[in-house]
């Protein structure tokens, strides 16, 4: 049997992932995973691409039933060179406009997000695209531009000082939701039940 479902990159590097890999080692079941921006994960669940998603969306698509998984915390984060070097001035419109940025491709909005939130207005950002949770974190510590991290994935790298955070205490919460299919199986509602859990443990509550 196989089960295809779509997944935000983000939580699939962090608590997805582990509890995706759990459930394929224990159910007789092939996972076909679809990586997304959660923004647009609901729109594969809509077209019959897939039976469930990670989606940002709390509203069903046709069929389907929603469940809150929680909140995924990002903050802006940097090396201390590239902030020395950039945002030595302050961070703000006019530093920001020039400091290149990381984007996971172009549908990502969490920087222009981020940079809204804290300026009040948007602000044309120079940007690095680069579609890899974890490339995005190793191109942020090689000093190649700033960008909004899974909380998750960068707390080791905070920790150690190779990467800080530009506006400490700015950060950037994303509500998501496990969109799936009514009619589903019940391996779909095995799997159902596995995500909840992890998100449950993973992720910030509301």
Request: hydrophobic fraction near 50%; aromatic fraction near 6%.
């Amino acid at each position: 049997m196989s089960l295809s479902i779509a997944v935000n990159a983000d939580s699939l590097a962090t608590w997805a992932g582990p509890a995706l890999a759990r459930f394929g080692a224990s159910h007789p079941v092939l996972l076909a995973v679809q990586v997304d921006d959660q923004d647009h994960t609901r729109d594969s669940l809509r077209s019959g691409a897939v039976m469930a998603a990670v989606t940002a969306s709390a509203t069903p698509v046709a069929g389907c039933n929603s469940r809150a998984l929680g909140t995924m915390r990002y903050v802006a984060a940097a090396s201390p060179a590239f902030i020395a070097q950039h945002f030595a001035g302050g961070v703000h419109a006019a530093s920001l406009a020039q400091a290149p940025s990381l984007v996971f491709d172009t549908k990502d909005a969490l920087q222009d997000r981020w940079v809204r939130r804290l300026c009040r207005r948007h602000v044309e950002l120079p940007r690095h695209v680069l579609p890899s949770a974890h490339a995005f974190v190793m191109a942020a510590e090689g000093g190649m531009g700033w960008g909004l991290h899974a909380e998750a994935l960068i707390a080791d790298s905070l920790r150690r000082g190779r990467l800080r955070e530009l506006v400490p205490g700015v950060h950037l919460d994303v509500k998501l939701y496990w969109q799936h299919a009514r009619a589903g199986s019940s391996v779909l509602e095995g799997l159902t039940s596995a995500v909840l859990q992890a998100a449950t443990q993973a992720l910030h509550r509301p």
